[in-house]
């Protein structure tokens, strides 16, 4: 088999991964699916790859390129290649839920499916709360996060960093497809309890939410940079996630980030789904740091900058993952 690496997934995520690991790391991946009908031909291109990363993409499906990027992939370690799952957040979640179904349907193929996939492959996380997740099916696995670009966020001049907005601003990321996960009713409704302080909401356009207070604003699709630098605060409340790339470029521009999952230099926030006053136990932490801010003694975060510069960057992430696995 020729030593050569492939990379085949999701949509998006592919093709990042695989610029990523060429532009840091010096890996030139010579196949690169995202499954669809334009590029499905190319992962023929596996079968000459010594490692394939499978990103993003749960395995037992009953989609058509689902079904033909699992039957490739059986046939690709049947034949000793050599395949690395890279999970990266709500795939875990839906293939937990299958593999622990009853469900006479999946049985047929779902299941077998992915069991002798998992047990076949290698398996690497996004994020290291997706160890436990995995283990409960039985799957041991290694967690790198996923070297998503951050050299505009670390090529900021000291004085972009260094300064904040004239008001205090709380920064989110809410999509509309997804507003449940993201807690967008629970911004809404901080929102409406805090209306001394200005949100705003990136990645949707907020059709979820009917009325909502006149302090908070959706943004839709924006410069993401800019709006860093626009706020103090950057509030990812998430039901489930991976590492999400939001809570590096935060830390990168040197803001404040309360986030629901364990990360240095970030507010611990508690889980929507366990605390009974998530919406109190969120607004005491922003009013803290508003207090602050008004009396002039909130510095920036430029000990979050420095971590993230140091330990998470992108160039960073993808030597350690090119180290470990191509």
Known sequence: ??????????????????????????????TVSEVRPSDAHRLLGIFLSRLTLRVGFRPGQFRPRALLLDLICLLYVVLGGRLVFYWTGSDVQRTVRLVSSDRFALRLWSLPVARVLLR????????????????????????????????????????????????????????????????????????????????RIMGGEGQWCLSPPENLKFLGWTDAMKEYLRCVVVLRAVRHDALGGTVREALLCGRYVLYTYPHALTESLPHPDTCNNFEEKTGQIISELFHKFEKGELPVNLEGFEWVRHNLSETVLAEKLAKRWV
Request: hydrophobic share 40%; aromatic share 10%.
């Open 1 to 30: 088999m020729a030593d050569k690496v492939a990379i085949v997934g999701s949509y998006m995520w592919t093709t990042r991964l695989s610029a990523s690991l060429s532009k840091n790391a010096g890996v030139h991946c010579s």
């Open 120 to 199: 076949k492959s290698l398996h690497c996380v996004a994020a290291p709360w997706l160890l436990d997740e995995l283990a409960t099916i039985g799957v041991q696995s290694e967690c790198f996060p996923f070297p998503t670009p951050t050299e505009s966020f670390e090529n900021l001049t000291a004085l972009e960093r260094g300064r904040w907005p004239e008001k205090f601003t709380v920064l989110s990321y809410v999509p509309d497809h997804n507003y449940q996960n993201y807690c967008g009713d629970e911004v809404v409704a901080l929102a409406r309890s805090m209306p001394q302080v200005d949100f």
